[in-house]
């Protein structure tokens, strides 16, 4: 079974950093397509980052970011400890959320696996 | 960008009745190579993390009751619950995930018993 966990997320000063965890079971990261998606508070789904492995079966790995996080954020992975980061940087107050690891068995923008979510919030 | 808009925002509904929630994308979301529509709908109970539900708009997840069931194509899509149960109670969120990012969602659709 599939299982992604969220850690990291707390109170953070807008301008401040915060870097979120995701630790993975039942898959490999070395050979995963795996992201973030974050919700604000009472507000709807907004996907932020994913990243991918090289495979032999699928394209080259890369990593991808929305337009709002660009440049601000980074996706990294620790493959002996089978966990997926998100380095936040220059953060805003519109960056508040919950940060959601997800993940898709069949490398598409199609997430059949979430974890529970951790929660962000960028105030003074 | 795609920009998926749910219709309507909040629906409630009787317990045993149906209950319809629609979504339209700005662009197609059919991939012709293929003839699938890349179209997901996702529950999501309150205070959980969404659940995929239905993906390729209208094929269901294991486990998915088959009360939960998806259709349209091309642009417009709907998901529809036959008979509305208590467990029912969610916000169902619409996402597209046509070939590369940024793939997009719904505001979602909170159904509520009436």
């Known amino acids: 079974e599939v299982q992604l966990v969220e850690s990291g997320g707390g109170l953070a000063q807008p301008g401040g950093s915060l870097r979120l965890s995701c630790a993975a079971s039942?898959?490999?990261?070395?050979?995963?397509?795996i992201g973030w998606v974050r919700q604000a508070p009472g507000k709807g789904l907004e996907w932020v980052s994913v990243?991918?492995?090289?495979?032999?079966?699928?394209?080259?790995?890369?990593?991808y970011y929305a337009d709002p996080v660009r440049g601000r954020f980074t996706v990294s992975r620790d493959i002996s400890k089978n966990t997926l980061f998100l380095q936040m940087n220059s953060l805003r107050v519109e960056d508040t959320a919950v940060y959601y690891c997800?993940?898709?068995?069949?490398?598409?923008?199609?997430?059949?696996?979430w974890g529970q979510g951790t929660m962000v919030t960028v105030s003074s | 960008d795609i920009v998926m808009t749910q219709s309507p925002d909040s629906l409630a509904v009787s317990l045993g009745e149906r209950a319809t929630i629609n979504c339209k994308s700005s662009q197609s979301v059919l991939y012709s190579s293929n003839n699938k529509n890349y179209l997901a709908w996702y529950q999501q109970r309150p205070g959980q993390p969404p659940k995929l539900l239905i993906s390729?708009?209208?094929t269901r997840e294991s486990g998915v009751p088959d009360r939960f069931s998806g259709g349209g194509s091309g642009t417009d899509f709907t998901l529809t619950i036959s008979s509305l149960q208590a467990e029912d109670v969610a916000v169902y969120h619409c996402q597209q995930y046509y070939t590369t990012p940024p793939w997009t969602f719904g505001q979602g659709t909170k159904v509520e018993i009436k």
């Open positions: 997800v993940c898709s068995a069949s490398w598409t923008g199609l997430f059949d696996i």
């Open positions: 390729w708009a209208s």
């Open positions: 039942g898959i490999t990261l070395s050979k995963s397509f």
């Open positions: 990243f991918y492995s090289d495979d032999a079966l699928h394209n080259a790995g890369g990593t």
